[in-house]
């Protein structure tokens, strides 16, 4: 069945560089694929998504890069705050109108003073 | 708007007990949907209700049960706990012709 998955389960970086979560998934057929942000003890919340007819795609300090060749997706956040450390997770959405989502495990953030 | 909330926040049962899941959303959403997640693991759909009236099983629906009440509310009922059911649920929900899914707080469930 399809999967989607994550490079590495644990990012640490330095307040004020940039971070990069990478995310793989494995149907060619998806249609669209979203980033979550999920704090300790909340629910996931949307960060930024994107439609597979997108490269890419820009939100305040985050971008989000598609490269269908390789069926890669990508979460770049700009000048990372210490306020940026959580889980993110990426999930893909296959064609359909039921809007299921497709999870990736997660990787964590953590954001060095 | 309070968007997506859930009750209990925090569950302790027995095995072998059962109890209800309460899920609702007052952003006038169609779809609404079931999650558990794991240590170390992403989210898993167990259920989820296209629009009000209909239900479908998701990647792992042995052991719940769903009912949509109302275009508001969608409870998940666990009819007989294990402790392979311990787990942090989460519910959301999706306006129709949009993607992005409105997650709740989520329920801490211990089954001892």
């Known amino acids: 069945g399809e999967s989607v998955g994550l490079h590495l389960p644990t990012l640490s970086v330095q307040e004020g560089d940039n971070s990069i979560i990478n995310c793989a998934y494995s149907?060619?057929?998806?249609?669209?694929f979203i980033w979550y942000k999920q704090e300790s003890g909340k629910g996931p919340q949307f960060i930024i998504d994107?439609?597979?007819?997108?490269d890419k795609r820009q939100g305040q300090r985050v971008t989000v890069l598609l490269n269908k060749t390789v069926k890669h997706l990508s979460l770049q956040i700009a000048a990372t705050q210490p306020g940026d450390s959580a889980v993110y997770f990426c999930?893909?959405?296959?064609?359909?109108?039921?809007?299921?989502?497709?999870f990736g495990q997660g990787t964590t953030l953590q954001v060095k003073p | 708007n309070a968007g997506v909330t859930q009750t209990p926040k925090f569950q302790v049962l027995k095995t072998g007990q059962s109890m209800t899941l309460q899920c609702a959303q007052d952003?006038?959403?169609?779809?609404m949907y079931w999650y558990r997640q794991d240590p170390g693991m992403g989210l898993r759909l167990i259920y989820y209700?296209?629009?009000?009236?209909?239900?479908d099983k998701g990647e792992v629906p042995n052991g719940y049960n769903v009912s949509r009440l109302n275009k508001r509310e969608f409870s998940l009922r666990l009819e007989s706990a294990a402790p392979s059911q311990t787990s942090v649920y989460f519910c959301?929900?999706?306006?129709?012709?949009?993607?992005?899914?409105?997650f709740g707080p989520g329920t801490r469930l211990t089954v001892l």
């Open positions: 959301a929900s999706r306006l129709s012709g949009v993607n992005e899914q409105f």
């Open positions: 149907n060619s057929a998806s249609d669209y």
């Open positions: 994107i439609r597979s007819n997108m």
């Open positions: 999930a893909e959405k296959n064609p359909g109108n039921t809007g299921k989502l497709i």
């Open positions: 952003m006038n959403h169609n779809s």
């Open positions: 209700s296209a629009s009000e009236g209909t239900t």
